[in-house]
């Protein structure tokens, strides 16, 4: 038995195994290549008709608008602290017309607690200084005795203190004026504090008599120091009640100590210097202001220069005020 292979038929040829050489396939008659490298070679899609081809699409991440922000937040600033549309916390930067505004806006809101506050201490600073002012005279004048010869000449003698008990009974009501104006100053830095901290303001507020005993020690030290300095040429007595300006406030906000408050006072005018000399010139501008028209505008500016001595005393060491 033969194991020869039968031939093939006619007509047909044995495949052949497909060649692998490196040459590619001949290009198409047109002379174009079919198998271009990536982004090489490829026509270009037609342009639109009348334009010219859209600008290719930005790299990921770059060239596309941001996202909307999200309600409340990356919109432009307020015109006023705490305005609609404000990020959570925020505030225009300190300046003295705005510390002003806020004095006020704040009085205006607050105006009747604040007047009968005022008026109260007021009323009671009157009255204590009158009665001293007659107790001093009976004691301090003394009384006069006069007589007459038989000549006819009259003679006068008076018995009292005297150049030094005048001098002493002096000193001493000074030193009282300035306690009760401490304890006034306290009381109404109690109510502005509670203004500036969001919370409601009541009469009542204005007269508690929280760390009494320090604010008359450091009253009397700022008191003292400011005599001192007004028999040195009074230049030295205005730079020292200057710089203890907002020793009340750090007594009554932040519980410190008479001593402690004077040298926070003197730190924070010093680190402020050029904005506290421009807020004193504004306030004085304010007092005149009110003094012209009939005492009565006192009423008015004296208010609202001390809310925005309380504006003042927080915005500058960096706290927010509410709105």
Partial sequence: MSSTQPPPPPGDQEPQPPSYSSAPPPPPPGGSDPYPPPGEGAAPPPPPPGGEYPPPPPPPGQGYPPPPP????????????????????????????????????????????????????????????????????????????????????????????????????TALYALILTVLTALMQAGLARGVLAITYGRHLEVATMFKFDNVLTVIIASLMVGVGTAIGYFLCI???????????????FIVDKQMGAWDAIKASFALVNQ??????????????????????????LLVAIPVIYIAQGYTYRRLQGESVAA
């Fill in 235 to 249: 230049i030295p007595g205005l730079i020292v009640m200057f710089f203890s300006q907002f020793y009340v406030w």
């Fill in 70 to 169: 999200p309600p409340g937040q990356g919109y432009p600033p307020p015109p006023g602290p705490g305005g609609p549309g404000a990020p959570p916390g925020y505030e225009v930067p300190y300046t003295v017309g705005e510390a002003f505004n806020y004095g006020w806006r704040k009085f205006q809101q607050h105006f009747g607690p604040i007047l009968l506050a005022a008026l109260g201490y007021l009323v009671a600073i009157g009255i204590v200084a009158f009665l001293f002012s007659l107790l001093f005279s009976g004691i301090i004048g003394g009384s006069t005795e006069c007589t007459t010869n038989a000549s006819g000449v009259t003679s006068c003698n008076t018995s009292g203190g005297g150049f030094v008990g005048l001098l002493l009974g």
């Fill in 272 to 297: 402020h210097l050029g904005t506290l000399i421009l807020f004193f010139l504004a306030s004085v501008v304010a007092y005149l202001v009110g003094a012209i028209l009939c005492g009565i505008g």
